[in-house]
């Protein structure tokens, strides 16, 4: 009895001097956080002290709401390249461009090395048309020179009404000089998705970028595509040059060709960020061999289709490793109509794999081909060229599973001698590789296996 009551003696002593160690370990939490809070609101003091000695002092008056808009995109751009502040006219036009079209040039822009750089034009725009290329460096926007320019300011210099026109000084690789390439503006109808037969029984998809309608879009292209029979022997992706869009959008389109199974998972900071997205279960099965062609250009939505796809053994990746945008951006409005693009998770293929500054490496490398065999090809930018772009794995030391591919183990087909396709699949070396590639799968699917002696 004396025994048990000092036992239990033993253990009410134990668990006060746990509570104890509770309290004071919270206690010492709660004034580090409040220490924390305190040091915040005196740099926050400082702030509003430059701010008003600014406005009293500077030898012009001083526009209060652009300097602190100023502010707010300085702040932002501390954090990495996809985070941005956006004025209420640029969030309209955010909104707008989702839903199919805007006024402007088409091309997607980022800055490395603190040079305004394109990303990839969109096919079929004025950009693309007067030559414009993945890696050019746009140095003057109608003479105004893009240093220490930020994107939302280049942006707005670069749109504007249909038919008005602007001139980008652009320095590129190959040239000896920079170059004028004077560009008529345009509406610019993001048509998401363009389809066409390349042989009888052979499909082709193009998706240009990932917005409202694209699932729909290509379900209907789809559906054409396979005719009556509901059957196509082979189909080809192209997802090259596709900078992103709705995270949404591209699960749906992987799910199109998924029967069941992770799709991507997102892993955030805060709660809510993570999130997982399966395949659904479906009534019609697309089960023909897919070819998903990728570059350099092809990023954000784009890698999830292509890692989702892969991962489950659906589609053999082909072309050249992708851009490596594994991160995901949360547009959180605001009360005056602006609005906060902000980082605020990562996204993992459906085997754990990160794209972000990695991408996602082809099981087949090839080359574009270069322009009219008469440039060399330009220097790719990829997530991981920008700065303050999120680190990758590879990066924070954990060992890449695949290694990166050296130039001379990607191939060059563009002098391959090609007979009975079109004249576009002929100057198209990774189009021309994917159909040939889905020939020989319908070949090979006849052969019987040996037989046992």
Excluded: C
Excluded at 112 to 141: C, M, N
Excluded at 186 to 196: A, F, L, W
Excluded at 205 to 216: A, G, L, S, V
Excluded at 295 to 300: D, I, T, V
């Amino acid at each position: 009895m004396r025994q048990g009551f000092l036992q239990n003696r033993k253990i009410w002593g134990l668990s006060l001097l746990i509570l104890i160690g509770v309290v004071v370990l919270g206690w010492g939490r709660m004034h580090r956080v409040g220490a924390d809070i305190d040091s915040n609101y005196e740099k926050l003091k400082v702030l509003a002290d430059v701010l008003a000695i600014v406005e009293k002092n500077y030898v012009e008056p001083v526009n209060v709401g652009k300097v602190i808009q100023g502010g707010i995109n300085g702040m932002l751009e501390t954090l990495d390249p996809h985070s941005s502040f956006m004025p209420p006219e640029m969030f309209k036009e955010m909104q707008t461009e989702t839903r199919g079209s805007f006024e402007g040039l088409g091309f997607e822009i980022t800055i490395r090395d603190k040079i305004l750089t394109v990303v990839a034009p969109i096919e079929d725009t004025p950009a693309f048309r007067a030559g414009i290329q993945s890696g050019d460096q746009i140095l003057r926007i109608d003479g105004k020179s893009t240093r220490d320019m930020n994107l939302i300011d280049a942006v707005k210099r670069m749109r504007g009404p249909r038919g008005s026109q602007v001139t980008l000084t652009i320095m590129r690789q190959g040239f000896t000089e920079p170059q004028d390439f004077i560009i008529t503006r345009d509406v610019i109808p993001i048509r998401s998705v363009r389809s066409k037969v390349l042989e009888e029984g052979y499909g082709y998809i193009k998706i240009n970028q990932f917005i409202e309608r694209t699932h729909p879009d290509m379900k209907k292209a789809l559906d054409q595509l396979e005719g009556k029979e509901g059957k196509l022997k082979g189909l080809v992706l192209d997802l090259r040059n596709d900078p992103g869009g709705l995270l949404e959008q591209a699960v749906k389109v992987a799910d199109e060709f998924l029967e069941s199974g992770l799709i991507v998972y997102t892993e955030g900071r805060v709660e809510g960020q993570k999130m997982k997205f399966y395949a659904q279960k479906k009534d019609r099965v697309r089960d023909y061999p897919i070819i998903l062609l990728v570059n350099a250009g092809s990023a954000s939505a784009s890698e999830i289709v292509a890692g989702a796809l892969q991962d489950h053994g659906r589609a053999v990746i082909l072309g050249t490793p992708t851009f490596g945008k594994g991160s995901v951006q949360t547009i959180i409005p605001l009360e005056d109509g602006s609005a906060l693009r902000l980082t605020t998770a990562r996204y993992f293929t459906p085997k754990g794999r990160s794209i972000q500054a990695q991408g996602i490496t082809p099981d087949i490398l090839v080359a574009d081909a270069t322009l009219e065999g008469k440039r060399a090809p330009p220097r790719s930018i990829r997530e991981k060229d920008l700065d303050k772009h999120l680190q990758g794995e590879e990066e924070k030391g954990t060992p890449e599973k695949t290694p990166a591919p050296t130039p001379e183990k990607i191939q060059d087909l563009s002098k391959k001698p090609v007979d009975k396709v079109s004249a576009e699949v002929k100057d198209d070396p990774p189009l021309d590789r994917a159909l040939e590639l889905l020939k020989t799968w319908r070949i090979l699917n006849k052969l019987e296996p040996p037989k046992a002696s």
